[in-house]
């Protein structure tokens, strides 16, 4: 098996004549989380609903779990589980509901369900609020429940787009913890769009996008020597508006 | 076992509608007064006005309600259609739209199973609606309502893939309205819903025209000959090519590569 979970080669991709991404290429291992790194308006939301197949490309290729997205699309997709930036659940079910929904298109039956729900519910300290409906939960809560879900069916490759915007720090550290804990304890694969610097890791491998082109990718210390700074927010300063 | 994954995902996206609908309230009571409305007060005020004469399937001189209960059925169905539509609309811009597309199903078994949980949905609505009637003594042969159900699912299905077509066109929430104006109005008031064929071919010669080949009058017309017993063919061909050419076509609109969402960039 390769230790590759996820695969971005020479991708392109353009709305009509407005090319969004140019020739973009990353790798993300088994166990590595990858923080993608760019400014507003780089790419990042492009480059995600390409590789959760939202979009076609023509131009390059995406390798999921040594699935090619566009010969093996639906196996490709059963190995992934995202957090989109939007909140994606339905507000007038409840918890349960909403991931017992997801277990169903996921293919899973409903006792594995039940259970797959419970160790996901509790590893996120949400177990004993299932039964509320999700309106009644703050931005934090909801996204650990988006979380959970997308986490259900056990995925190789895990996406989050900027999951942790528009939520208090408390939420924040807990998300971006909890995170880095199952990159660490499973051999999941993450990719974390983000324009937040605090939320990298030094073990997190960077990959730096502006404007749909790759501008430096590896660890911190890759980045900043790149930049030729000595800190993550210059050579992420440098290598994005610098270059507008 | 791959028949499985479709099994629960077919129920997950029923039962989730139901349970929708079943919290929204208001939906369904806005479902159910909108035709009581229409028989209650609009053909009770035309009853006098218009007169019906013997047409098939009836075999005597029947009430203006009674001629526009399947009109009315169709309408319940023609607006769950377009509901359907705009939930699917709002789905897509509150992106929960983007889990069900993502599910690694393919992407015409997730559409048809959204389409046939809103014509269930349909169906529960039409049938609450005709035991009202019932007891507004417009009531047809028993065996009717038996034969009304594949009948039911034939045009909910018809209807809604018409309205998933035009949710993979609408760009934006606020455009519903436009839905409303050019396609649920003039597809209801150029139908046989409201007058037979040949009362409007004596207004009107084109409206006469409009009306025959308008897919909402063949959906009507074959519930109301399902309604008694009866089988229309030529309204179920027109039905039936209608559903596969909007389900078709919706199937593209929502294609990644060749329909509508990427050339929105949504």
């Given at each position: 098996?390769?230790?590759?979970?996820?695969?971005?080669?020479?991708?392109?991709?353009?709305?009509?004549?407005?090319?969004?991404?140019?020739?973009?290429?990353?790798?993300?291992?088994?166990?590595?989380?990858?923080?993608?790194?760019?400014?507003?308006?780089?790419?990042?939301?492009?480059?995600?609903?390409?590789?959760?197949?939202?979009?076609?490309?023509?131009?390059?290729?995406?390798?999921?779990?040594?699935?090619?997205?566009?010969?093996?699309?639906?196996?490709?997709?059963?190995?992934?589980?995202?957090?989109?930036?939007?909140?994606?659940?339905?507000?007038?079910?409840?918890?349960?509901?909403?991931?017992?929904?997801?277990?169903?298109?996921?293919?899973?039956?409903?006792?594995?369900?039940?259970?797959?729900?419970?160790?996901?519910?509790?590893?996120?300290?949400?177990?004993?609020?299932?039964?509320?409906?999700?309106?009644?939960?703050?931005?934090?809560?909801?996204?650990?429940?988006?979380?959970?879900?997308?986490?259900?069916?056990?995925?190789?490759?895990?996406?989050?787009?900027?999951?942790?915007?528009?939520?208090?720090?408390?939420?924040?550290?807990?998300?971006?913890?909890?995170?880095?804990?199952?990159?660490?304890?499973?051999?999941?694969?993450?990719?974390?769009?983000?324009?937040?610097?605090?939320?990298?890791?030094?073990?997190?491998?960077?990959?730096?996008?502006?404007?749909?082109?790759?501008?430096?990718?590896?660890?911190?210390?890759?980045?900043?020597?790149?930049?030729?700074?000595?800190?993550?927010?210059?050579?992420?300063?440098?290598?994005?508006?610098?270059?507008? | 076992?791959?028949?499985?994954?479709?099994?629960?995902?077919?129920?997950?996206?029923?039962?989730?509608?139901?349970?929708?609908?079943?919290?929204?309230?208001?939906?369904?009571?806005?479902?159910?007064?909108?035709?009581?409305?229409?028989?209650?007060?609009?053909?009770?005020?035309?009853?006098?006005?218009?007169?019906?004469?013997?047409?098939?399937?009836?075999?005597?001189?029947?009430?203006?309600?009674?001629?526009?209960?399947?009109?009315?059925?169709?309408?319940?169905?023609?607006?769950?259609?377009?509901?359907?539509?705009?939930?699917?609309?709002?789905?897509?811009?509150?992106?929960?739209?983007?889990?069900?597309?993502?599910?690694?199903?393919?992407?015409?078994?997730?559409?048809?199973?959204?389409?046939?949980?809103?014509?269930?949905?349909?169906?529960?609505?039409?049938?609450?609606?005709?035991?009202?009637?019932?007891?507004?003594?417009?009531?047809?042969p028993l065996e009717g309502y038996l034969w009304l159900l594949p009948a039911l699912l034939l045009t909910?299905?018809?209807?809604?893939?018409?309205?998933?077509?035009?949710?993979?066109?609408?760009?934006?929430?606020?455009?519903?309205?436009?839905?409303?104006?050019?396609?649920?109005?003039?597809?209801?008031?150029?139908?046989?819903?409201?007058?037979?064929?040949?009362?409007?071919?004596?207004?009107?010669?084109?409206?006469?025209?409009?009306?025959?080949?308008?897919?909402?009058?063949?959906?009507?017309?074959?519930?109301?000959?399902?309604?008694?017993?009866?089988?229309?063919?030529?309204?179920?061909?027109?039905?039936?090519?209608?559903?596969?050419?909007?389900?078709?076509?919706?199937?593209?609109?929502?294609?990644?590569?060749?329909?509508?969402?990427?050339?929105?960039?949504?």
């Amino acid at each position: 098996m390769s230790d590759i979970a996820l695969e971005v080669v020479n991708l392109s991709f353009a709305y009509g004549k407005k090319q969004v991404l140019h020739d973009l290429s990353f790798q993300v291992k088994r166990g590595q989380c990858c923080i993608l790194l760019g400014p507003n308006g780089a790419g990042k939301s492009t480059l995600f609903s390409l590789i959760t197949r939202l979009y076609a490309y023509r131009q390059g290729e995406i390798n999921l779990a040594g699935f090619n997205i566009k010969k093996k699309p639906l196996k490709a997709l059963g190995k992934l589980g995202v957090v989109f930036q939007q909140t994606t659940l339905d507000l007038d079910l409840t918890v349960q509901q909403n991931l017992r929904y997801h277990a169903a298109l996921q293919g899973i039956g409903r006792k594995k369900a039940n259970a797959n729900i419970q160790e996901q519910l509790e590893r996120l300290g949400m177990y004993e609020r299932r039964a509320e409906l999700v309106r009644q939960l703050n931005g934090g809560h909801r996204r650990r429940v988006e979380i959970a879900r997308a986490l259900l069916h056990k995925p190789s490759v895990l996406l989050l787009d900027e999951p942790t915007v528009g939520l208090d720090v408390p939420s924040r550290e807990s998300i971006v913890q909890h995170v880095h804990q199952l990159v660490q304890e499973t051999d999941l694969a993450v990719l974390w769009a983000t324009h937040l610097l605090d939320e990298v890791y030094s073990t997190d491998k960077l990959v730096v996008i502006h404007q749909g082109r790759l501008q430096a990718q590896g660890t911190r210390e890759d980045i900043m020597c790149k930049a030729g700074v000595d800190n993550l927010n210059d050579a992420f300063f440098n290598l994005t508006q610098g270059k507008s | 076992m791959r028949i499985f994954h479709y099994w629960y995902a077919l129920w997950g996206i029923v039962f989730r509608e139901l349970l929708r609908f079943v919290k929204q309230k208001e939906r369904f009571l806005s479902a159910l007064v909108r035709p009581l409305v229409w028989l209650f007060v609009f053909a009770a005020g035309f009853r006098a006005a218009l007169g019906i004469a013997i047409i098939p399937p009836y075999e005597t001189y029947i009430l203006y309600e009674v001629y526009i209960t399947p009109g009315l059925i169709g309408m319940i169905q023609l607006f769950n259609g377009m509901q359907s539509s705009l939930s699917m609309v709002y789905d897509r811009e509150m992106g929960s739209m983007r889990i069900l597309l993502v599910s690694p199903l393919p992407r015409w078994f997730l559409l048809a199973s959204k389409l046939l949980a809103g014509v269930f949905v349909s169906i529960l609505q039409v049938y609450v609606f005709l035991g009202v009637a019932w007891f507004y003594e417009i009531q047809a042969p028993l065996e009717g309502y038996l034969w009304l159900l594949p009948a039911l699912l034939l045009t909910g299905l018809m209807l809604g893939a018409l309205g998933l077509l035009l949710s993979s066109f609408i760009k934006q929430l606020e455009n519903f309205a436009g839905v409303m104006n050019f396609v649920i109005f003039p597809m209801f008031f150029m139908s046989t819903a409201l007058y037979p064929l040949w009362k409007l071919q004596e207004s009107s010669e084109w409206l006469y025209k409009l009306a025959e080949y308008n897919p909402f009058s063949q959906a009507v017309e074959f519930l109301r000959f399902a309604l008694y017993g009866q089988f229309n063919q030529m309204a179920f061909c027109y039905t039936a090519v209608a559903f596969v050419l909007f389900f078709l076509l919706a199937i593209i609109g929502y294609n990644p590569s060749k329909g509508m969402m990427q050339r929105k960039g949504r």
